[in-house]
């Protein structure tokens, strides 16, 4: 994946992040806002450190 699509779906997941566990009015579990936040900078370390898997004929 080029690097402009993953500085992309970074910054996607950053902000839905941060809207959802800033809301005030938020349907989430307030101990539920740090696993959230968690799973959210796992995924960004996951998608920046390991390569993609590819089919090699």
């Known amino acids: 994946m080029p690097r402009i699509h993953k500085a992309f779906v970074t910054a996607i997941v950053i902000l839905v992040t941060g809207v959802l566990a800033l809301w005030q009015g938020s ?3 307030a101990d539920f ?3 959230m936040i968690g ?3 796992a ?3 996951v998608l920046w450190v390991f390569p993609e898997t590819s089919v090699r004929k």
């Open 27 to 29: 349907p989430i579990r």
């Open 33 to 35: 806002v740090a696993v």
């Open 39 to 41: 799973f959210a900078l």
């Open 43 to 45: 995924s960004i370390v």
